[in-house]
């Protein structure tokens, strides 16, 4: 079993940053694929990004690509999500997960385990 917890979310301005962390717990996070989502009222949950496990190989969504970057601590089972250049179109909740797939990773259901969520609030 894997616990997660994400932290960092918060009310920016457009244009802003934040930094996402998810700890994970109850396992190494090394052995896992951890993504992060974001789910916005009213609307699916959309693949965000996502690392890989040991090489730490990132892949993006095209709405996000060149603002946010993943990436990983292993030492300290912590996976990060720099969110730069902010826009309002981000608002969401992002969720941290981790699974052990290496195909499919945009679905949601290919992970296993979820945090939380963090809310993010960009206001232009």
């Not at 109850?26 to 916005?40: D, N």
Request: proline share 2%; net charge positive; charged share 15%.
């Amino acid at each position: 079993q894997v616990q997660l917890v994400e932290s960092g979310g918060g009310l920016v301005q457009a244009g802003g940053s934040l930094r996402l962390s998810c700890a994970a717990s109850g396992r190494s996070a090394s052995t896992l694929y951890m993504a992060w989502f974001r789910q916005a009222p009213g609307q699916e949950r959309e693949f965000v990004a996502r690392i890989s496990r040991s090489d730490s190989f990132a892949t993006y969504a095209d709405s996000i690509k060149g603002r946010f970057t993943i990436s990983r601590d292993n030492a300290k089972n912590t996976v990060f999500l720099q969110m730069n250049s902010l826009k309002p179109e981000d608002t969401a909740t992002y969720y941290c997960a981790a699974g052990s797939q290496p195909l499919y990773y945009t679905l949601a259901s290919t992970y296993d385990y979820w945090g939380q969520g963090t809310q993010v609030t960009v206001s232009s």
